[in-house]
């Protein structure tokens, strides 16, 4: 090939994403202590029983109960709360689609409203129209970096006899008003998959403060043991993360805030509402929509246009995806819909995510990481 033919290209980052979850050595030391008292192989040991303290303490409330994933611990949360066959659910329309099905699991009724102008979490001015004489409780969940107004959410939800269930498994380690998001809702839930800012492959939480709620989740769980258990490894492992989540988040916060600066002048680029000065978001995602030189929305929720964007972004081995595909398309025999959706119709067709490991890297990856997505953006 002669010197004027096609060179290969030259990612930006050429070694890919920054892996995880990360090599740690006080995360190996737990598990060759767990290994070492044989706590690995047991149904109960020390290591949940401190797990369990350990996250009542971190968040506030007082019950935590482990579960095998953020998943099922939606539809436990949900049975605490006394929903099931025959009630409704209220749920944005543009959210992780286990919610969706964990409230279908207990034999209730997704109701979708919107979500809130350019953002992804839930719009309050909807609850009261969406309101029916079966609705039992909302769904609230905290995505890509972005937080309900809780304080503004209880008050107006527990005003219309709804319970509230908080979702944060996108952002353990966020403050709203102070507390650990998490524990505002009647319930709150909490996610360890293997992508999460707290990793154990798999499993999830419950956090509540209300012992009926606890009581009734641990009825339905035990069956002669634990059907939905975390394990004593898995909770080893967690430990010493939950130790660092504060000033993980603190790093992880500066960097996305960072981000979002310096992109904020890329037209085709939209950051979400920004939160309270006095909140700390967990980024576990950081998220823009993507508004392309077409406009509109597409009837499927589909965006070739953002489509080869991510192409274009990955190929430069950034971690970027599209967001959730939403619920604009779900069939009225399964939900209520009140309103058009809009928005959430919108942040389906045109959300981007960025995966969190790259935020705890220095700050001139982190200026690499912005001076990419703008040439990449500005030439898409």
């Known amino acids: 090939m002669n010197d004027g033919a096609h060179r290969a290209h030259k990612p930006a980052f050429p070694a890919g994403p920054p892996t995880w979850p990360l090599l740690d050595d006080d995360v190996r030391a737990a598990m060759l202590a767990c290994y070492a008292s044989g706590d690995w192989g047991r149904y109960e040991g020390a290591h949940s029983a401190a797990f369990v303290q350990a996250l009542a303490e971190k968040?506030?409330?007082?019950?935590?109960?482990?579960?095998?994933?953020?998943?099922?611990?939606?539809?436990l949360a949900l049975r605490g709360l006394k929903v099931g066959a025959g009630d409704e659910v209220i749920l944005a329309g543009y959210d992780f689609p286990g919610n969706f099905r964990a409230i279908e699991a207990v034999g209730a009724r997704p109701v979708l409203i919107d979500v809130v102008k350019n953002g992804w979490t839930i719009d309050l001015q909807q609850l009261a129209a969406a309101k029916a004489a079966t609705t039992k409780a909302v769904i609230a969940s905290h995505l890509h970096g972005h937080l309900a107004p809780m304080r503004a959410l209880l008050e107006q939800a527990h005003s219309l006899g709804l319970k509230v269930l908080e979702d944060a498994c996108q952002v353990p380690g966020a403050l709203i008003g102070g507390r650990p998001a998490g524990s505002w809702g009647d319930v709150g839930v909490l996610s360890f998959g293997g992508s999460k800012l707290l990793t154990a492959g798999r499993g999830g939480a419950i956090l509540t403060s209300q012992a009926d709620v606890a009581q009734r989740i641990r009825s339905f769980t035990f069956r002669g043991n634990e059907a939905y258990p975390l394990s004593e490894l898995q909770a080893a492992v967690l430990l010493p993360q939950l130790d660092k989540l504060a000033a993980r988040t603190h790093t992880r916060?500066?960097?996305?805030?960072?981000?979002i600066e310096e992109l904020r002048d890329v037209s085709k680029l939209q950051a979400g509402p920004a939160n309270d000065p006095a909140d700390l978001s967990a980024f576990y995602k950081v998220a823009w929509r993507y508004q392309t030189a077409e406009g509109g929305v597409q009837p499927d929720c589909s965006n070739p246009s953002r489509d080869r964007l991510i192409c274009a972004l990955q190929a430069e081995g950034i971690a970027i995806d599209a967001g959730f595909r939403g619920f604009n398309k779900r069939s009225a025999n399964r939900c209520r819909v009140v309103g058009e959706l809009s928005q959430a119709q919108a942040a389906a067709e045109a959300t981007l995510v960025l995966h969190h490991p790259i935020l705890l890297q220095n700050q001139e990856q982190t200026a690499l990481l912005a001076a990419t997505i703008r040439k990449v953006v500005t030439q898409a």
Do not use: D, K, P
Request: charged fraction near 10%; glycine fraction near 4%.
């Open 253 to 259: 916060a500066v960097a996305a805030a960072r981000l």
């Open 59 to 75: 968040f506030q409330t007082e019950q935590a109960i482990l579960c095998a994933s953020g998943t099922i611990a939606v539809e």
